[in-house]
Nanobody
Framework: QVQLVESGGGLVQAGGSLRLSCAAS????????MGWYRQAPGKRRELVAD???????NYQATVMGRFILSRDNDKNTVYLQMNSLNPGDAGFYYC?????WGLGRLEYWGRGTQVTVSS
């Protein structure tokens, strides 16, 4: 069983920064990819950024240059540094992980952490 534990959300003024963390726990976890999705009220959940086992990152165009996703393989943790936040970045942020399992992969989600950006 794998659990994703998120932390770091909160309230910040426009132009400010927050750092989100997501740690995957479980015995012998082999992670292929981890990332963050966000969902604003009334909108679909969308990818913010993800990073795979080759440390290849993928960013949504609206956050490129402002957000930085990094990964600590020893801790099975990813960090999303969010800078120059604007109200459009607000929403619930969910951690997602693709775990290697046999010949395939399993998908896990965290419970989410809320990010609020005041203008």
């Amino acid at each position: 069983q794998v659990q994703l534990v998120e932390s770091g959300g909160g309230l910040v003024q426009a132009g400010g920064s927050l750092r989100l963390s997501c740690a995957a726990s479980g015995s012998s976890v082999s992670i292929y990819k981890m990332g963050w999705y966000r969902q604003a009220p009334g909108k679909r959940r969308e990818l913010v950024a993800d990073i795979d086992s080759h440390v290849s990152t993928n960013y949504q165009a609206t956050v490129m240059g402002r957000f930085i996703l990094s990964r600590d393989n020893d801790k099975n943790t990813v960090y999303l540094q969010m800078n120059s936040l604007n109200p459009g970045d607000a929403g619930f942020y969910y951690c997602e992980a693709d775990i290697n399992w046999g010949l395939g992969r399993l998908e896990y989600w965290g419970r989410g952490t809320q990010v609020t950006v005041s203008s």
